[in-house]
């Protein structure tokens, strides 16, 4: 894990938001000061290497540069990048930065809830070995998430204003593309990085 943006200390309780943040949104700031209520400290995880997508839109830089935005601007964020992209490639990656004692507690919303806990992985039982280090904090998405099983025991819900529920990052690159309002959707810090990365030359 390298940082982005740290905040000082030694958190007891980490959050990890991980996403592609093509570009950040409300809802990824909704989702990170959600979670501030169970953990002390939020970390905004930029993967190198998506499992399921490209890298498209803007670039790695690009999108670490919002995200160090975003993070200078609140006390209890921290924006760093990671070599892996799963939820276990990121946790592995975490005791080297924080240190062996920390407590970590993944945040997603729904949509992304069932990717994790549906992935392929080679071994069956793998998400369960999973849940055992680290907790999932999931935000409704469309729907709330509805754990089964053992699952329910590391699985927690995340409250979440109704109002950014629905707000995606493809969306934005959408309302770009159209011509439409879009500056709404995402933090004001960094709309304009927004502009200059996704909108074309008048």
């Known amino acids: ?14 959050g990890i938001l991980p996403g592609s943040f093509n570009p950040p ?20 995880v930029l993967p ?3 499992p399921h997508k490209s890298y498209d839109g803007a670039s790695f830089s690009q999108r670490a ?3 160090r935005a975003l993070a200078d601007r609140h006390p209890r964020l921290t924006a760093a990048s ?3 992209g799963l939820f276990i490639e990121i946790a592995d990656e975490c005791p080297a930065a924080y240190g062996a004692d920390v407590e970590l507690a993944f945040v997603c919303g ?7 806990v549906g992935w392929n992985y080679d071994n069956p039982n793998t998400i369960n070995r999973m849940l055992e280090n680290f907790q999932l904090l999931v935000a409704r998405r469309d729907g709330a998430y509805e754990p089964s099983g053992s699952l329910c025991r590391h699985i927690r819900a995340l409250a979440v204003a109704a109002d950014v529920n629905s707000i995606s990052s493809s969306d934005v690159r959408r309302r770009i593309r159209e011509g439409i309002p879009w ?6 810090v960094i709309v304009p990085m ?9």
């Open 1 to 14: 894990m390298e940082f982005i943006s740290r905040r000082p200390g030694v958190p007891a309780r980490l």
């Open 25 to 44: 949104t409300r809802a990824h700031l909704a989702l990170a000061e959600a979670a501030l209520a169970e953990v002390d400290q939020v970390v905004l």
């Open 48 to 50: 190198r290497a998506f």
């Open 65 to 67: 540069e919002m995200l």
């Open 82 to 84: 990671s070599d892996g």
């Open 110 to 116: 729904r949509d992304a809830a069932e990717r994790v």
């Open 183 to 188: 500056a709404h959707l995402v933090p004001d």
């Open 194 to 202: 927004v502009r200059r990365f996704y909108c074309a030359p008048a």
